[in-house]
């Protein structure tokens, strides 16, 4: 399944056109921009795709752990004049996987413990 999304340059030059309708934004968290209430369990920041042009995101829910600045992230939810209110936040990840140091030691120890056996 192909999921289609917009990039921050097509929402803004024409933004009339994505007012209320729900829509997909990919794109970069802005390096300094996010707000995090956990209070109130709300999230804002900026979403851009070259560090020159920025739409502001609002997203009410539990922040993802994977989320961070200059990560990649696609929101769904609408335009409400400058602002995008997400009703969804997807982060993207990276699909390398690395193992830490300590935990590969120890895994290996682990293993070698149970062939002495």
Do not use: C
């Amino acid at each position: 399944m192909t999921v289609f999304f917009y990039t921050p340059a097509e929402v803004l030059a024409s933004p009339d056109e994505f007012e209320n309708k729900t829509i997909r934004i990919g794109a970069l968290v802005q390096k300094d921009s996010v707000e995090w209430d956990a209070q109130a369990i709300e999230l804002s920041f900026k979403i851009t795709e070259d560090s020159k042009i920025f739409i502001p995101v609002f997203y009410a829910g539990v922040k993802p752990d994977l989320f961070r600045e200059g990560q990649g992230v696609v929101v769904e939810g609408k335009m409400k004049g400058e602002l995008f209110v997400a009703g969804q936040l997807l982060v993207k990840h990276s699909e390398e996987y690395t193992v830490e140091t300590d935990n590969k030691k120890s895994k290996e120890d682990y293993y070698r413990s149970i062939q002495a056996q």
